[in-house]
C-alpha cells in the first residue's frame, strides 16, 4: 500500500516540483495551498494530485485540513513542510504585521502541520518529516530579519523533535534551498539574477527538481538513518 505524503505550499514552484516527485516514486500525495485557487485547480488537473486549501499559520485549519486529507487518501506518513512566504524590509522599516506574518506561515506553520500529525506518527512508529528551510535562515540575509530568522528557527526545529522522533522511526531533516528558478526568482531583472549567479560556485541557479529529489530521498527507507540533518542544496554558495 502505497504510503501518503502531504506537502505544504505544494501546488506552485519547489512544492509542486516535490508533490509531483513523490508522486513519481509512487506516494499518494496531497498538496496544500493558501490562496490561488486558479494554480491550484490547474496543478491538479495537469498531475491528478489532489489540492486542498488552508493557511498554514492557522492551527485549527491545519488540524481540520489534515483530518479531510487522512480522509480521503488515508493517514500522512511524510510531511513536507515547504509552505512560505517573504516580507522583506529593511529592519528600521520593518512593521510588526511584516514579522508576524512571516513567522506565522514560515516557523509556527510548521508546528501547526508537525503537531496534529505526530501522535499517529507515534502510534504506528514511522514517520518522515521534512522542512524546507532556506540558505538565507543559514547566513541571513540583509532586508530579511524575519525571513532569516523563521527559517533559521525551522532548522533549530528540526534538530529539537529528530531527537523525540527517533526512537519511534521518525525522522525530521531539514532542506537548505539557495536561489532556484522558482517564477519569483525569474520575475527579478536580468542583471540582478546574473549577480546572483556570479555567487553560485557551480554557475547556475537550482531548479526545483533538484530539491525535489533530495526530499524523496528523505522521505524513502533509504534514509533511515539520516536524522536531524541540514541539507544544504545551493550550488556550494555558502558552505556550513
Given at each position: 500500500?502505497?504510503?501518503?505524503?502531504?506537502v505544504?505550499g505544494?501546488?506552485?514552484?519547489?512544492?509542486?516540483?516535490?508533490?509531483?516527485a513523490?508522486?513519481a516514486a509512487?506516494?499518494?500525495v496531497?498538496?496544500n495551498?493558501?490562496?490561488?485557487?486558479?494554480?491550484?485547480?490547474?496543478?491538479?488537473?495537469?498531475?491528478?494530485i489532489?489540492?486542498?486549501?488552508?493557511?498554514?499559520?492557522?492551527?485549527?485549519?491545519?488540524a481540520?485540513g489534515?483530518a479531510?486529507v487522512?480522509?480521503d487518501l488515508?493517514?500522512?506518513?511524510?510531511?513536507?513542510?515547504?509552505?512560505?512566504?517573504?516580507?522583506?524590509?529593511?529592519?528600521?522599516k520593518?512593521?510588526?504585521?511584516?514579522w508576524?506574518?512571516?513567522?506565522?506561515t514560515n516557523?509556527?506553520?510548521i508546528?501547526?502541520?508537525t503537531?496534529?500529525?505526530w501522535?499517529?506518527?507515534?502510534?504506528?512508529k514511522?514517520?518522515?518529516?521534512?522542512?524546507?528551510?532556506?540558505?538565507n535562515?543559514q547566513?541571513?540575509?540583509?532586508?530579511?530579519?524575519?525571513?532569516?530568522?523563521?527559517?533559521?528557527?525551522?532548522?533549530?526545529?528540526?534538530?529539537?523533535?529528530?531527537q523525540?522522533g527517533?526512537?519511534n522511526?521518525i525522522?525530521v531533516?531539514?532542506?537548505?534551498p539557495?536561489?532556484v528558478?522558482?517564477?519569483?526568482?525569474?520575475a527579478?531583472p536580468?542583471?540582478?539574477?546574473?549577480a546572483?549567479i556570479?555567487?553560485?560556485?557551480?554557475?547556475r541557479?537550482?531548479?526545483?527538481?533538484?530539491?525535489a529529489?533530495?526530499?524523496?530521498?528523505?522521505?524513502?527507507?533509504?534514509?533511515?538513518?539520516?536524522?536531524?540533518?541540514?541539507l544544504?542544496?545551493n550550488?556550494?554558495q555558502y558552505l556550513?
Amino acid at each position: 500500500m502505497s504510503r501518503v505524503a502531504l506537502v505544504t505550499g505544494g501546488s506552485r514552484g519547489i512544492g509542486a516540483a516535490i508533490a509531483k516527485a513523490l508522486k513519481a516514486a509512487g506516494y499518494k500525495v496531497a498538496a496544500n495551498y493558501a490562496g490561488n485557487d486558479e494554480a491550484a485547480a490547474k496543478f491538479t488537473e495537469e498531475t491528478g494530485i489532489p489540492t486542498y486549501k488552508w493557511s498554514v499559520a492557522d492551527y485549527d485549519a491545519c488540524a481540520a485540513g489534515i483530518a479531510k486529507v487522512e480522509a480521503d487518501l488515508g493517514p500522512v506518513e511524510v510531511l513536507v513542510n515547504n509552505a512560505g512566504i517573504t516580507r522583506d524590509a529593511p529592519f528600521h522599516k520593518m512593521t510588526k504585521d511584516q514579522w508576524d506574518q512571516v513567522i506565522g506561515t514560515n516557523l509556527t506553520g510548521i508546528f501547526n502541520m508537525t503537531h496534529p500529525l505526530w501522535p499517529g506518527l507515534r502510534e504506528r512508529k514511522f514517520g518522515r518529516v521534512i522542512n524546507i528551510s532556506s540558505i538565507n535562515g543559514q547566513k541571513g540575509q540583509f532586508g530579511q530579519a524575519n525571513y532569516s530568522a523563521a527559517k533559521a528557527g525551522d532548522i533549530g526545529f528540526t534538530k529539537a523533535l529528530a531527537q523525540e522522533g527517533a526512537r519511534n522511526n521518525i525522522t525530521v531533516n531539514v532542506i537548505c534551498p539557495g536561489y532556484v528558478a522558482t517564477e519569483m526568482v525569474m520575475a527579478v531583472p536580468e542583471k540582478v539574477r546574473e549577480a546572483i549567479i556570479s555567487t553560485i560556485p557551480v554557475g547556475r541557479l537550482g531548479e526545483p527538481e533538484d530539491i525535489a529529489r533530495a526530499v524523496v530521498f528523505l522521505a524513502s527507507d533509504d534514509a533511515g538513518f539520516i536524522t536531524g540533518s541540514t541539507l544544504s542544496a545551493n550550488g556550494g554558495q555558502y558552505l556550513s
